[in-house]
């Protein structure tokens, strides 16, 4: 193997669950600061797919491989050292520990003062004000912005995002997306983002390319406005749906 | 060093300052005030709170409920007893112990030394398999490890004399030396809770299935714990066994095991605060109760003896803290001095 290319990327990886497939051959790459959009109707299997990339799920068949590493199958914590970090789609905070405490926890190696880099996380979230509270008694929004600002403070390269607009209002949804795009353009970090996301406006405007999933398969990809005009998509996904998005 | 967070820190030193304060004052209540009865009870105090902190050093920050560690503590005790005794004396009533234990005759330091060796050993074997254990069977291996032990200690009669314990243990514990032990265990404990370590563990008690996507390795986390736990417990076990002069396998079983976690329950897992002020609570039932257990007369009605009255009175006491105060007196809250407001 020569210089290990600097991506994460799924090959042909399939998850069955006792009959269902949740995922058929699926594929997909992420390079160091892209944002890739997985989009698609709910039980398409995205959730799942993020659950085998951080190795959460051993998939039936397929390759998961990192930065040139192949961590198919490999416990989390591993695969978070390989630099993936990721949000749940229901939020799971460290509910009995303050916010700080939260970021704190998962902090490995440090250059600098551990407290120093958990409140610049905080401060780069708007949640510094926070930092002493107990992340359970946190409003639901101020709840995803803990989880992101923990998934960054493990360092990663590859982060991934499962739904961190639901449940978001107008505001709170602008904001996640001012912070993720700081996050991709931010060249010290050098990270790419995999966001999941049902709210189109944000999914377009942030994303440099989208995939999306049906039936565990991947009916298409490519540019957001390519996309957003693929037949087989507009049938699959946005058909179901009155479109949320305008221009 | 980085990763150990100054602010952490310094709460966990500031709170070691008062829970010292505390035992200072208990100590020289005891040393010039209290008569001899009440001293010695002052000093059972500050032995127990040792070993109930070295629970909660595991308990506290994992979430787990143990009942192994009286089987640490058993461990530990004997360990120390057997060490600390005269060759005449293990000549005399353990005849057939190796010729190099009868010759051992340990200053406190090295049996202290001993114990920990000997319960960390024990604790390394029984933690590794534990540690990888689904958070909702560890408690039942625990206790499957408590009976173990407890069946080993009574039936091992070369070594523990089995149910008529060990006797002639010398006292070589001072109740400054038993201050000493309860400040250093409770100054580990706290910097444990305060360390990365310790910090990892309390992530992994609230979600480890997030933990885990996030980095922490759930079992080795768990492992340190216990270990540190266990070294904790050793300490305070080995001067237990130095203070109390005879004791036997009954000492380390049930019973002991439900007064030690009501302690820790009624106080407050969270905290190590919250171990030592469930110590002395359930201290004082049980030293206000004792005369009562005995039989009493309220005028002309001789009330009979009441063998168990104080496991009854404490088990009501935790069964109704359960019910109004789940997280214990303290919860998850150190003693501290009130915050500031910025
Ligand atoms: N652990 C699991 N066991 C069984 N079935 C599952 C499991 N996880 C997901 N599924 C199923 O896989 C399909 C895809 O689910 P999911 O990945 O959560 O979809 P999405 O996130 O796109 O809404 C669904 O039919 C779901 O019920
Ligand atoms: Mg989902």
Redesign the interface.
Known sequence: MSTPERQLAVSGVTMRFAGLVALDDVSLSLKRGEVLGVIGPNGSGKSTLVNVISGVLAPTSGTVVIDGHDVTAVAPPIISRHGVARSFQTVRLFRRLSVRDNVAGVVRKAKRPVDQIVDEWLERLGILHLADRLAGDLAYGLQRRVEIARALATGPGYLLLDEPAAGLNDTESADLERVIRSIAEDRELDCGVLIIDHDMRLITSLCDRLQVLFNGKTIAEGIPSDVRNDPAVVEAYLGTRPSPAKG | M???????LRNAFITWAMLATVFLVVTLLAEFVLDRGQSRMATEFMILASLVVAIQSYVGNSGLLSFGHVAFFAVGAYIAGLAAMSPEKKEQFLPNLPDWVISLEASLPLAILIAVIGVAIFAAFTGVPISRMHQSVIPMATLALLVMTHTVVNLWDDVTRGTRGLVSVPDLVTTWTVFATAVAITGAALLYAAS?AG??L??VR??P??????????AATRFTGWMVSAVLMAIGSAVWALNSLAFGPEQFFFAQTFSLLAMLIIGGT?SVTGAIAGTAIVSVINESLRGLERGFAIGPIQVPELPGLIQLVVALALLLLLIWRPAGLFG?RELSIPRRRR
Do not use: C, K, Y
Request: charged share 25%; net charge positive; no cysteine.
């Open positions: 980085n990763t150990f967070s100054r602010r952490r990365p910090l990892r309390q992530v609230e979600d299935i997030a933990a885990a996507a996030l980095g922490i390795r759930v969270g998850n």
